[in-house]
């Protein structure tokens, strides 16, 4: 707790760093596999080729996409942005697979209806197919904050600031409560981030609460 309390700031700080590099890959790789699963879902013809490019990103090794990306984009090794790109990549690649089984799970027979009624395919789709899916989305998005929450500490392999950095340290130094403190504090960074992730759903969500949880 000495040590704790000593580096408080820093420990703040990185774990604010990790914050952002958990959150923003999670929504951008969301936003991304929403249109991609929409289709996946109603062309079956696309579904397995989807799908088993996401399988195909998610197997690619994370270290050499942060040693390539920089030199893609133009960005300096030590830029966090690569780090959230290449997370970004791993959450679309989850991701894809959780949208297109949401979108798959509404009733054939409420999209006839919804037809019936008038909607175009586009109405339909956010008005009522992303509502109906969107208990299943959010299973897959809490899924993907924990892996991502997990994956963000590699970076620090590479330069980037984050709670990952107390365990490359810990390890240089023999110390192993800044070991500890680092993993207590990404348990404790997914948790909250879960439970967020939670809240938000049954906001945004009310007719779902009872699967929300």
Known sequence: MTWVRANQDRLVDLTWQ????????????????????????????FRAPALSF???LYSIPSL???????SIIGTSFLDPI?????LTI?????????VADAFGQVPAEVLDSASASGYSRWQ???TVELPLAGPAMLAGIRVASVSTVSLVTIGALVGVSNLGSLFTEGFQRYFNTEIIVGMVLVVALALVLDACWVLLGRVLLPWARGKVV
């Open 90 to 98: 791993y959450a679309l690649a989850l991701l894809v697979r959780t």
């Open 18 to 45: 990790h914050l952002w590099l958990s959150v923003l890959p999670v929504v951008l790789g969301f936003l991304l596999a929403l249109p991609v699963g929409w289709y996946a879902s109603r062309f079956r013809g």
């Open 64 to 70: 050499p996409l942060l040693v390539i990306i920089p």
């Open 54 to 56: 996401g399988g195909v």
């Open 124 to 126: 339909r789709a956010f």
């Open 82 to 86: 690569n780090v959230a790109i290449t």
